[in-house]
């Protein structure tokens, strides 16, 4: 297992994504960040801080759990439902940005429009994701990527953050096969 991104480089990442999602939409006003749990939503709240610091103005933030929209429900473990968390000036006519850990096949992605789609009709949906490791099943890209990180489909891509590891890092293990 190796070290592809440390806490410092993903710290850099973070504010990076901040910085450029208040460029794109012209500050953040307008701007929702809904985080996917678990490690997404994490994510997101450390996004929002990002932002308020620069730009001085908080920014709306909630969860978006989509965990009933996934195509893969029968294949995996019955896992708990996270909570969905809509900031209280909705998502109407907002900028809405989805918040990832990790864009792999585009499923969760694609799970949360779907679940997004339930909760209202944003005016624009974007997607951040602190690691882009490819290999796209689905139509879906990221708006704001924090490392674009090529893997082969035998290693995993493993994101460890302070809130739910102990440690901030972006672990890469291969997979004896």
């Known amino acids: 297992m190796s070290v592809a991104l440390p806490a410092p480089d993903m710290t850099r990442a973070i504010t990076r994504i901040a910085h ?21 939503a994490h994510l997101a709240l450390r996004i929002a801080a990002a932002i308020e610091s620069i730009a001085g103005a908080p920014v709306e933030c909630g969860t978006l759990d989509i965990t009933m929209h996934r195509d893969d429900l029968r294949l995996r473990a019955p896992r708990a439902l996270a ?21 792999f096949s585009g499923r969760t992605i694609r799970a949360a429009l779907d ?29 704001y990527v924090g490392k674009n990180l090529p893997t082969s489909p035998q290693q995993i891509i493993k994101v460890h953050l302070v809130e739910t590891d102990g440690a901030d890092e972006v672990l890469l293990e291969e997979v004896a096969g």
């Open 20 to 40: 450029e999602i208040l460029e794109r939409n012209l500050g953040s006003e307008t701007v929702t960040l809904l985080g996917i749990p678990t490690r997404g």
């Open 115 to 143: 679940a997004l789609g339930e909760v209202g009709r944003p005016k624009t949906v974007q997607l951040a994701v602190l690691v882009d490791r490819g290999h796209r099943q689905l139509p879906i890209r990221a708006d």
């Open 83 to 103: 909570p969905t968390r809509i900031p209280p000036s909705g998502i109407e006519n907002r900028n809405v940005v989805l918040i990832d850990d990790v864009l």
